[in-house]
């Protein structure tokens, strides 16, 4: 086919062929779709919700579903439903915060290896390997166990000095230790798969070639770098947001991660396991909660790569 | 080959003293005073001592010493299989450690089995059947067995077998790797390393059913059995086997739970009671301990990747 001086066809960018290609995997559609519901959920859900997650109705504990909870009732005879919707906003924060944090910390290290080699790659290769070795439950739960103690001491000191209601407030800490547990758990995976990345895209021969014309190291990166590297990378945040919220539900469990009273959907799933057998609703919908978004996650990751960097079909 | 054996051996070893040293000085600091510990009572609320006895108790222990030393002290005694003494049960342990690791190694190595003699099959028929029903089938069970949590699965099984179906009883406790009731914990432990076996096996068939070597296997008529185990299967195992390290990862947290659902006295359970009781020794145990399996692992991967794959000197 040839493109005379002035023919109408259109060239197709990058992007515009990755939507198409994407808009045909009908399950990454959906996770999509699911992904957006979930955060506008989390964003003004709470306005939304009949009851407060903290609102406590003793006589009417346990309740299945009925016209007033739709969900039903828990052991406080707080509403699920609204509990299910504070808890879609936590889970939010937590996937996305800590996915942040993991995602610089990773890139960092990753290009930084992958950029300098010799020396530098190895030291931080051993780095990234030493902590990806330590089983994450294990890591969490002793930083939990060394850190919180001290900072609630001296939080406690501080406020008998000062009598100042600021520091009896201690639910940031919790949250910022979950954060820092969940980022430092996932980073080396980013960072190896960053670093592979550099690695492998600046060994190409169109990376080369655009270096041998005198291409600077901004437009190598930006055109060559970061449009390759992309596919992965989106996968691997798309799996990680899936994963925080799982992991986050797994701490809860333990009983370290967000604390009771506050809405999360670990929590639930926490306060569910001593009583399920009687009472199963109490089950389903944060179990529901968490393993739609994680299977969301992963399949519009999934598809995101396909999209981004399709593989040759076979037959 | 031995210089390369060497430097991994090296690598790894001085990455658990690294994080031997951190976790030590965690607990160091962070963990409070062990010896005002030992002597709580079981609410938590403190038995008043005499600073005279609590300063020869510290003494006795060694724990008046600086830092340093007490951190070369515990290392110097770890690795001639001294882990100090329980705090809260009041023994060795080593003792604790010599009964519980085998029962989680065991199941561990039952639920290993298990997932490899299920997940690479499922991955490579669904590769075989590439984005036909039965490889989006195969992909999307694995997926959401992955996206449900362990400590879910467990008990909804439990409820399913035992009360709904009547099955089995409740498992309870250990009694030996070839005892019928170690069958649930097994299953639901494997369902931790198995989307990820399914899906480097079905990821890695695929890439490699495009090489020119295979279809020249073809056109030279094998049967399409040889052509996947003579050919094929070699070069799938390579990432493969690099997974090993995640899932070994995966067990550790995974036994955690299992353990605790199940009422298994296995390391898992060590471990969760070490921590909610803030016992020092058994902490630091089970994380050198954990993370030692886990470097273990990755060591002998790296000795078996040279075997695989043949084009790896390095």
């Not at chain 1, 992309?230 to 809860?252: F, K, N, R």
């Not at chain 2, 003699?117 to 036909?132: D, E, K, Q, V, Y």
């Amino acid at each position: 086919m040839q493109l005379e001086a002035g023919s109408s066809v259109r060239t197709r960018t990058l992007w515009e062929d990755a939507w198409n290609r994407f808009w045909k995997n009908k399950l990454a559609v959906i996770g999509g779709v699911v992904i957006i519901l979930f955060f506008l959920i989390a964003l003004v859900g709470p306005f939304l919700a009949p009851y407060d997650f903290r609102e406590q109705d003793i006589g009417n504990q346990f309740q299945g579903p009925t016209a007033n909870h739709w969900f039903g009732t828990d052991a406080l005879g707080r509403d699920i439903y609204s509990r299910l919707i504070y808890g879609a906003r936590t889970a939010a924060i937590v996937a996305i915060v800590s996915t942040t944090i993991s995602l610089l910390i990773g890139i960092a290290v990753g290009a930084a290896a992958g950029y300098a080699r010799g020396r530098a790659d190895e030291l931080l290769m051993w780095l990234t390997d030493v902590v990806m070795s330590v089983p994450g439950l294990l890591l969490a739960m002793m930083i939990n166990a060394a850190v919180k103690r001290p900072i609630l001491a001296r939080l406690d000191e501080i406020y008998q000095a000062t009598k100042n209601p600021f520091f009896l407030n201690t639910l940031w800490l919790d949250f910022a230790l979950l954060f820092g547990i969940l980022a430092l758990i996932s980073w080396p995976g980013l960072a190896r798969l960053v670093r592979g990345q550099v690695l492998s895209i600046g060994r190409t021969t169109y990376v080369e070639s655009a270096r041998a014309i005198g291409a600077s190291p901004l437009r190598i990166l930006s055109r060559h770098v970061v449009p390759n590297a992309l596919g992965p990378l989106l996968v691997a945040v798309s799996a990680g947001m899936g994963g925080a919220i799982v992991a986050e539900s797994a701490l809860s469990w333990i009983g370290i991660g967000i604390p009771p009273p506050n809405a999360s959907w670990g929590i639930m799933l926490r306060d569910s396991l001593q009583l399920w057998r009687s009472y199963p609703h109490l089950l389903i919908a944060p179990s529901v909660a968490i393993g739609l978004m994680s299977v969301a996650f992963t399949f519009f990751g999934d598809g995101l790569n396909d999209a981004l960097n399709p593989r040759l079909q076979q037959k | 080959m031995t210089g390369y054996l060497v430097s991994r051996v090296v690598r790894w070893s001085t990455g658990l003293l690294l994080v031997s040293f951190i976790s030590y000085a965690m607990m160091f600091y962070g963990a409070g005073d062990p010896i005002l510990r030992m002597f709580m009572d079981q609410q938590g609320g403190s038995i008043a001592l005499d600073e005279q006895a609590l300063t020869a108790i510290r003494a006795k222990y060694g724990l008046d010493k600086p830092f340093p030393q007490q951190y070369a002290n515990y290392i110097t005694n770890f690795f001639q299989g001294d882990f100090g003494i329980s705090i809260r049960e009041k023994r060795p342990v080593l003792d604790m450690v010599l009964f519980k690791l085998p029962i989680s190694l065991q199941i561990g190595f039952a639920a290993t089995v298990f997932s490899i003699l299920i997940g690479i099959p499922l991955g490579i028929i669904a590769s075989l059947n590439h984005n036909r029903w039965l490889d989006r089938f195969i992909v999307s069970s694995v997926v959401f067995v992955n996206a449900i949590p362990i400590f879910v699965t467990g008990p909804i099984l439990l409820l399913l077998l035992v009360v709904t179906l009547g099955v089995m009883k409740v498992p309870y406790g250990w009694k030996g790797l070839f005892d019928s009731q170690i069958i649930l914990p097994m299953i639901v432990l494997a369902m931790a390393p198995l989307p990820t076996l399914v899906r480097q096996t079905r990821g890695a068939m695929l890439e490699v059913m495009g090489e020119d070597y295979i279809r020249t296997a073809r056109a030279k008529g094998l049967r399409e059995r040889t052509v996947i185990v003579r050919h094929m299967l070699r070069p799938v195992m390579t990432p493969v086997v690099t997974s090993a390290g995640l899932i070994l990862i995966g067990l550790v947290n995974g036994a955690l739970f299992v353990e605790a659902i199940f009422s298994i006295p296995g390391f898992g359970q060590m471990t969760l009671q070490g921590i909610q009781q803030v016992d020092f020794p058994v902490i630091m145990a089970t994380v050198m301990i954990g993370t030692l399996i886990v470097m273990v692992g990755n060591l002998l991967i790296d000795l078996i990747y040279p075997l695989l794959d043949p084009r790896i000197t390095k």
